[in-house]
């Protein structure tokens, strides 16, 4: 009995079966010696059974709908605030959406190479070296300075865009959010 | 689509991409257990049926919150409903302050299950459970009825897995010691 204590604050894990083999060992010779502890882990197992058994108490039958019911109130009067709608579309929806990514980098892209042709043909001045890359591409390839540097620009788009495209996958990855198929 | 295929957490991921149909699955799988949990907290059917339908109006509104693949949903479900568990026994505790004199309506009241209330010592057991402080409840619930493993109580509760421990320890000899020999008795 004096010795109780210290085995006491072992009980959930003696009953779990959790105890290493040395603790377990020390613990059942005790527990034989002694009758405190016999009978309050005769106790606990009796507790732990009652506790399995005791009979269930349910939920009025109608609970299930009038949660429901409830909800779809809630759903129906739900006006949420300017701040949070603005969070919605201008964060949220564009997060989730692989298409928006995809079509944003497009016209960012695209902005910058119309103005670098722009820059090109009306004020060489600025891109000497680029401008004389071009009228020497286009000299070699035939037709005009800005086809040719539409084409280059179509080709670091494509390239782009093939970096773009795994962009949301990243995000969705890090965001540990798998998908979900047909939702 | 099959909703009933889909685990809690895709569900719920479902709810917030506006799938409205996939919250009638999660409150099926969801509501009696978190009545049984809830009533045996707070020791009475009709304020534990107010819990659970605010607890699922707090996962309606909060569906987008969910962080999916940190938490298990149902870990998510029983943390909110045991903090509105706790804000009732608050307010109860406030309310018993003020009219000593309710100390009678403690008992379970809840006419349709009166007759599966009418064993002793389930009555008995019910009685002790209340008795115990909070924490220790919750965690003697979580475990010795709804069966949940150490480390899912210690994210409902937001403590580690050493304190449920204990508390589950304390909470077990208080009720072996309040139930006695009957414990004994019954188990032979």
Redesign the interface.
């Given at each position: 009995m004096s010795d109780c204590g210290r085995w006491e604050s072992q009980y959930v894990n003696y009953m779990d079966g959790s105890l290493d083999e040395k603790r377990l060992n020390d613990m059942r010779r005790h527990v034989e010696g002694c009758s405190h502890c016999k009978d309050m882990l005769e106790r606990l197992g009796g507790l732990l059974k009652a506790a399995g058994e005791l009979s269930a108490v349910e939920p009025k039958r109608d609970l299930e709908d009038r949660i429901l019911a409830r909800v779809a109130e809630a759903r129906a009067t739900a006006r949420p605030s300017w701040a949070s709608r603005l969070y919605e579309v201008v964060i949220l929806r564009p997060l989730h959406s692989e298409v928006t990514v995809i079509v944003a980098a497009c016209v960012s892209v695209l902005t910058m190479l119309g103005m670098f042709v722009y820059t090109l043909v009306t004020q060489p001045e600025f891109a000497p070296h680029a401008s004389e890359l071009l009228s020497e591409a286009s000299s070699r390839v035939g037709g005009g300075p800005v086809l040719c540097a539409i084409v280059a620009g179509a080709i670091f788009l494509g390239l782009d865009l093939m970096g773009l495209a795994a962009a949301p996958l990243l995000l969705k990855r890090a965001r540990g959010q798998k998908e979900v198929h047909g939702c | 689509?099959k909703y009933r295929e889909?685990s809690d957490e895709?569900l719920i991921?479902?709810y917030a991409?506006g799938?409205?149909r996939?919250?009638?699955i999660i409150?099926?799988r969801y509501?009696?257990r978190l009545?049984?949990f809830s009533?045996r907290l707070l020791g009475d059917?009709q304020t534990?049926?107010d819990v659970?339908?605010e607890a699922?109006?707090r996962v309606?509104?909060h569906a987008?919150r969910y962080?999916?693949?940190?938490a298990k949903f149902s870990t998510w479900l029983y943390r909110i409903s045991r903090n509105l568990c706790i804000e009732e026994l608050r307010k109860q505790k406030r309310r018993k302050a003020r009219e000593a004199e309710i100390d009678a309506a403690q008992e379970?009241v809840?006419e349709?299950?009166t007759e599966?209330?009418g064993?002793e010592?389930?009555a008995m057991?019910?009685k002790a459970l209340e008795a115990l402080p909070e924490e220790q409840r919750t965690v003697?619930v979580l475990r010795?009825?709804e069966h949940m493993t150490y480390e899912e109580i210690a994210k409902v509760t937001r403590a580690r897995v050493g304190t449920v421990?204990?508390r589950?320890?304390r909470a077990?000899?208080a009720?072996?010691?309040e139930?006695?020999p009957y414990?004994?008795?019954?188990?032979k």
């Open positions: - | 689509m889909l895709e991921y479902c991409s799938e409205v996939a919250f009638d409150v099926s509501t009696q009545f049984r009533v059917a534990a049926e659970v339908q699922f109006l309606h509104m987008g962080k999916y693949g940190v379970i809840h349709p299950d599966s209330l064993a010592f389930d057991l019910r003697f010795d009825m421990k204990s589950l320890n077990r000899n009720l072996a010691e139930l006695g414990v004994g008795r019954r188990r």
